[in-house]
């Protein structure tokens, strides 16, 4: 049974113009060789050159001078490694030599995609039948590097999507390092991620069981300046850092627009791309609300999947997810307990959707095969396309299916409400399949979404157009649900 399904008349699409002001390092030789160079201008050099570089950036970046001297202090054990007196160096000169350090990076010069939509916080002021919503996206520039990026709007009665002002200066957030660690859970997630046990065993061995941040990079460090070192070592022994700073805050100035604050790659583990966050708002069991989202870390070679909150938008508290079920790509939290426990969907295998449950929203254990590709349409792999969603006939899971030429489509299945290993219904056909103008992008032949939500009794379905922009569509709930039933 096919289900009629309304796209909407909205397009998301890059825009090169939205640009972040990014830490540059060339190396050590290089970069030392740049600030000699630097000393050896004279003040009045020093001044003109800084007064000719923030005429022609200051516009472009909130408080672009705070960020020149950010970055100089970032190399500051350079400096003074080289006999320089970096307290004795003007303000010019350290703004100078930060501006050197510093480039602007495209943000979503390439693509912007993957959406995931969820109802804002404040829902006041709005007319019947309107709902105030932030939508993210997956934006990608030079390099594929990926961050993720927001949108205000207003959905009214009729579904359509008004989009709020977008900000013109983007911001990334302040950082705050995780300082301590509990070694056994510490050491676990170092054994899901494969690291060589004997080099974890010389590293971790002589910790306490709560240890420092600070305490264990010195170790790693001293090991690492070892020029003798084989690369096998020195991979599990960057591999523990990695992890380490994969644990931090975000926290964003509250005089920036949500439009305007980005959340960049920040840790090694991310430094090639923050991917396909899946946002979903989380009611706990005391009717606490929180937005969550689960999204995939790519340093270049190894993926880590991790999880993200926050209560305002403003700050973020960023974890890694362990456990065997914490594995791949495609994870997706439910939006409330179940039976007292977190529930997650994922595709741990990279072929089948399956569903674990657990008393913490960080560990994932004992994964149960929920769904295996049947249709032609999905043969080669079947996953999710966001967070489920409740209905009072069961909880509403949009998945994608991947088909012949790499094709993605985007289908609907229906669990039982208490037991959601239990599936309803399923769609035999896609709901949403790549039409001909959808076809041409980034990734030919794709649609894919992140997460939806229902409004107005309908399914407002955000998705990505061949992993280059984005649009929504709208599908009536009561003709989706008749049809899951039906499906059976």
């Not at 676990?188 to 971790?204: G, N, R």
């Not at 995939?296 to 926050?310: D, E, F, Q, R, V």
Request: with cysteine.
């Amino acid at each position: 049974m096919r289900v009629s399904v309304i796209r909407k008349n909205i397009k998301f699409t890059p825009d090169s113009r939205r640009v972040v002001a990014r830490y540059f390092m060339n190396g050590d030789e290089r970069t030392q060789q740049m600030v000699i160079r630097i000393m050896m201008l004279d003040e009045k050099q020093v001044s003109d050159t800084l007064e000719q570089t923030l005429r022609e950036f200051a516009r472009r970046h909130r408080n672009i001078s705070a960020i020149f001297f950010r970055h100089c202090e970032k190399i500051r054990p350079l400096i003074e490694a080289m006999q320089i007196d970096f307290e004795a160096m003007s303000l010019d000169r350290k703004m100078l030599i930060g501006s050197y350090c510093t480039m602007e990076y495209a943000i979503e010069s390439a693509a912007i995609f993957n959406p995931s939509i969820v109802e804002d916080f404040d829902q006041s002021g709005l007319e019947a039948g309107e709902k105030r919503v932030i939508i993210s996206f997956r934006a990608t520039g030079e390099g594929h590097i990926s961050s993720i990026v927001f949108r205000r709007g207003i959905l009214d009665k009729n579904n359509d999507l008004h989009i709020m002002k977008i900000g013109n200066q983007i911001d990334k957030a302040d950082i705050d390092h995780k300082v301590l660690f509990n070694k056994s859970r510490f050491l676990t997630k170092l054994s899901e991620m494969h690291t060589h046990d004997k080099y974890i065993e010389q590293i971790m061995q002589g910790l306490p069981d709560e240890f420092e941040f600070v305490v264990l990079k010195n170790i790693v460090n001293a090991a690492l300046n070892d020029p003798s070192i084989r690369q096998e070592r020195r991979t599990a022994l960057e591999e523990i850092i990695w992890l380490a700073n994969s644990f931090y805050d975000l926290r964003f100035s509250h005089d920036a627009d949500i439009t305007e604050r980005v959340i960049f790659p920040i840790s090694d583990s991310e430094s090639r791309g923050i991917e396909d966050a899946r946002f979903v708002r989380f009611v706990d069991d005391d009717n606490s609300v929180s937005i969550m989202a689960t999204y995939t870390a790519y340093n270049g070679h190894a993926i880590l999947p991790k999880l993200i909150s926050t209560e305002d938008f403003y700050s973020f508290r960023v974890m890694p997810l362990h456990g065997d079920g914490a594995q791949n790509k495609n994870l997706a939290l439910f939006p409330r307990k179940i039976k007292g426990k977190y529930a997650m969907l994922s595709r741990i295998d990279g072929v089948n959707n399956y569903i674990m449950f657990s008393e913490r929203a960080t560990q994932w254990n004992n994964p149960i095969l929920l769904q295996e590709p049947r249709y032609t349409w999905e043969l080669t792999q079947i996953g999710n396309c966001g967070s489920p969603l409740w209905t009072e006939e069961g909880w509403l899971v949009i998945t994608h299916g991947v088909g012949t030429m790499r094709r993605y489509c985007i289908g609907a299945s229906l669990f039982d409400l208490d037991d959601p290993s239990k599936e309803i219904g399923r769609l035999t056909e896609p709901l949403l399949a790549p039409l001909e103008d959808e076809r041409e992008g980034y990734v030919p032949n794709v649609v894919y979404s992140c997460g939806a939500i229902i409004h107005n009794n309908s399914l407002i379905l955000p998705y990505a157009v061949s992993d280059y922009s984005s649009t929504y569509a709208v599908v009536d709930m009561a003709e989706l649900l008749d049809a899951l039933r039906k499906s059976k």
